[in-house]
């Protein structure tokens, strides 16, 4: 017990332990765990790097499987690569009449702000939804019959919130706010 040290103010990472001459000496073989060869701390468990000094850990099975996962990735990466190349998309030609469907020209086709072009879609995908209750569900007695009713219902009230929102976001043409 005389290797302890009485009344000593310790940091959490500092064993109360005083180190003993051998441990000044470094060691290449460790006995009881795996421990860094630059600073002889032992390492946390499944740890890469050295918590003291920050050396990474010597060569493990850990790290022979995450290096094979790296050139495994790289070699997804090389085959993938052409097809992912966007450049190759950018050089074929589009149909002249896919530029109608351009959120702009939409938007300034109907003559909306963006606001409620996009309230105004949100409430036609509602309006969709309350129609495709139809086709995906069929009632079979009474129960099922109300409960496909309160479905549309809910859809068209959420239509109608949406579309009322829109209204409330478009501003006026007519009117300028010209407060002179």
């Not at 050089?91 to 409620?116: K, N």
């Not at 309160?150 to 949406?162: G, I, K, Q, V």
Request: net charge negative; charged share 15%.
């Amino acid at each position: 017990m005389a290797e302890f040290v009485h009344d000593a103010q310790q940091e959490f990472w500092q064993s109360p332990v005083l180190p003993s001459p051998e441990a000044n000496r470094p060691t290449g073989v460790q006995s009881i765990a795996e421990a860094c060869a630059g600073c002889g701390t032992e390492y946390l468990i499944a740890a890469r790097y050295c918590h003291t000094c920050g050396q990474p850990r010597p060569s493990t099975e850990l790290n022979t499987e995450s290096r094979a996962l790296g050139e495994l990735w790289a070699w997804l990466q090389a085959r993938l690569r052409p097809w992912l190349d966007i450049s190759y998309y950018l050089r074929t030609s589009l149909p002249p009449w896919l530029q109608y469907l351009h959120f702009h020209e939409i938007r300034r086709w109907v003559g909306l702000p963006t606001a409620s072009l996009i309230a105004f879609f949100i409430g036609l995908g509602c309006v969709a939804g309350a129609l495709c209750v139809s086709f995906f569900y069929r009632a079979s007695n009474l129960a099922e019959f109300q409960a496909i009713q309160l479905w549309r219902l809910e859809w068209l009230l959420a239509a109608t919130a949406s579309f009322v929102a829109g209204i409330l976001l478009k501003t006026p043409s007519g009117e300028h706010s010209d407060h002179e």
